[in-house]
């Protein structure tokens, strides 16, 4: 995909490998979505990122390559099961704790979402976003939180892809959640 510096997975080629990371971070994240514990169901210890990796990409490559011999085949291609891409900059935090608590901790203090739902660290080489940013797969069943969280966060570090400047937005060829999205 042209407009991209760098990304994890590599979709220099193809958004094939997007798509694949979002059918397994959904299979991986089904059965672990608890409504009453939104501050630790997605944070399992298995999938948890190594501190200390070299860089914010391999911390990424490493949290997915955890999930690896999970079933993605139950998840339809080109499909989020009724939730929805959040697009996460975490060189632009606060970490003033605000979407924490209004999430109920669904957001850490550093407003990051749960590591079981990182899917993708990408780099645009085009357009307003000049740092990476951390995409990641919200459950239904969390989109309240999430927009709470959303809705407090005065750096706008955390967004929903459709609302961030950022390249993946303009996939022109795919239908994102409950409602197609018009790509810029």
Known sequence: MTGLERSEPDLSESLDPLWQRIRRTIAWCRPKVLLSEPSSCLRTATTRPRHFEP??????????????????GSVPASSLEGGRLLVYFPDLDLADGAAEAESRGYFDVNNAPPWDTWIALVLDAVGNAKSPYLVSWVPEEFLDAAQRGIDVNPEQCILWIEDADVQLRRVPDRVIGRRPITWR
């Open 55 to 72: 860089t914010y990409f391999s911390t990424v490559r490493g949290v997915d390559a955890s999930r690896y011999g999970v079933d993605e």
